[in-house]
């Protein structure tokens, strides 16, 4: 717990600071590039996951408030060993993901300045970039609330525009991607109009749009009344993060070529190409693009500044039952867990080497180390699994207190709530690792499928490590109590 809490932290920063961890600009381009299923696709996940997940962790984390937010959940559900895998999977993914955001930093500053820089320069840029977000990482989402709510704005900007220059020029121009018939609305269906089963594999695509809630859960201590705020700030930021996420992939849509989306750059490409249609000058075109692009670091910067303090309060209580090292635990004067943030910017930094070295001496190689970046999205989706089995259960015993919320209706819907978003993350996880039904798969997706094996066999000594320590601490009471008798 902080020892000043001078700072609070009010609805409309929740509403905001919900929008800045979810609405997440680098995953745009990819959603985009589904095509024009992603309508079906945003309709079918909103309602099958991003609506139950959503009410499940305002309830859990009204019903059950801690700073360990899922951690704790599941350790009142199943105990500390599966509590333990979950703040393992957790972590596990964060500094791959900071990592990968160093990089995108400076994908974006080349863009934006148009030319390529040296591997120095590159290398200084993702260092400063990894430190910056370690030393925001100390601060309790109180004290950095204004950097979340204007990266929201920010977000709220760059989304809109694009999507209002999207409407112009499908009004205008048409759309690069146009819809000739109902079938290119429907997901899973091939080219020549069979089923395509690898359409499934969309599915983490969006659901990583959509993770995040539990983050807001772990900001209970900062709120004046957060069994009320909590709820709210999930509704009206859901709302938002949806409307913008469809502005923002439909611009893209419309702007570029399927063939043509770049994950790393779209957002740029879309607003690039989008002004070139409408006939904006080179001088006008520069100009925006440099805007949003340094917008859109600054967002790379307050979304992970946003996750900081729910991704280390979830380490630290790992920490003191002994998943990670007891010193992961250690707090500064503001209640806030920096020694994880320490050694998650250190990782990440390691990281962030392995890929200029492989992307600038090796160039053959590259493709095969970002391959092995998808690890992220597969360590964050295994770690959401138990939570929501983990509510089926909780919701079982009833309310642990008549002021939190809770999910009314009967059982089915209740039951439904929480099996679906758990088969759609088992469907992503799948179809992440096996992409496609043949042995050809496995020579591009190696890497990942060993990474997710390395993780997961990891993960199992720490807990099995864990569950070791405490029985022989156990033992040794047990024997102290007997001799003092």
Not at 62 to 87: L, N
Not at 343 to 362: C, K, L, N, P, R
Not at 376 to 397: C, E, I, W
């Amino acid at each position: 717990m902080p020892k000043n809490k001078k700072h609070k932290f009010r609805l409309f920063s929740a509403v905001l600071a919900t929008v800045c961890i979810i609405l997440v600009g680098d995953a745009v381009a990819p959603t985009a590039s589904i095509g024009n299923s992603q309508y079906i696709w945003w309709a079918i996940m909103l309602l099958g996951f991003f609506v139950p997940y959503g009410l499940i962790s305002a309830e859990l984390g009204t019903q059950y408030p801690s700073e360990g937010g899922m951690y704790t959940w599941v350790k009142k559900a199943f105990g500390e060993k599966w509590a333990g895998r979950v703040a393992w999977y957790y972590w596990v993914n964060y500094p791959l993901w900071v990592a990968s955001l160093a990089n995108l930093v400076t994908t974006y500053l080349m863009q934006m300045i148009g030319f390529e820089m040296t591997w120095p320069v590159i290398l200084a840029i993702q260092m400063g970039y990894i430190l910056l977000v370690s030393v925001l990482g100390v601060l309790r989402i109180s004290q950095s609330a204004w950097l979340s709510n204007l990266g929201a704005i920010c977000k709220f900007i760059f989304m809109a525009g694009i999507g209002a220059l999207g409407i112009y020029v499908l009004v205008t121009q048409g759309s690069a991607n146009p819809i000739t018939s109902f079938t290119d609305l429907l997901p899973m269906v091939g080219e020549n109009g069979g089923f395509d089963f690898t359409g499934l594999g969309f599915v983490a695509l969006i659901i990583f749009n959509f993770l995040g809630f539990e983050v807001v859960s772990t900001f209970s201590d900062d709120m004046d009344n957060p069994k009320k705020e909590i709820p709210k700030a999930v509704i009206v930021g859901g709302i938002l993060i949806v409307v913008f996420y469809l502005l923002a992939s439909f611009g893209i849509s419309v702007a570029i070529p399927l063939d043509e989306i770049q994950a790393s750059s779209g957002l740029i490409d879309s607003y690039n190409s989008m002004l070139v249609t409408i006939g904006a000058s080179a001088g006008v075109i520069k100009a925006i693009t440099v805007v949003v692009g340094g917008m859109f670091i600054y967002t790379l910067v307050a979304n992970i500044s946003s996750w900081n303090f729910g991704v280390n309060s979830v380490i630290a209580y790992a920490a003191e039952d002994g998943t990670f090292p007891k010193s992961w635990a250690k707090r500064n004067k503001n209640g806030v867990p920096y020694v994880v943030s320490i050694w998650t910017g250190i990782v990440g930094a390691i990281i962030a080497v392995g890929g200029i070295i492989v992307g600038q001496f090796f160039p053959e190689a590259a493709d095969l180390f970002w391959t092995f970046f998808s690890l992220s999205l597969v360590t964050l989706l295994l770690s959401y699994l138990p939570m929501f089995m983990a509510f089926l259960k909780l919701h079982k015993k009833g309310p642990a207190t008549k002021k939190g919320y809770w999910i009314s209706g009967g059982k089915l819907k209740v039951t439904l709530f929480g099996i679906i978003p758990f088969l759609l993350i088992l469907i992503a996880l799948f179809f992440t690792l096996f992409p496609e039904f043949n042995l050809e798969m496995f020579s591009y997706n190696w890497p990942l499928i060993t990474g997710a094996a390395i993780a997961i066999i990891i993960g199992e000594i720490m807990v099995w490590n864990m569950s070791r320590k405490q029985t022989k601490t156990s033992k040794t009471k047990r024997v102290r109590a007997r001799s003092t008798r």
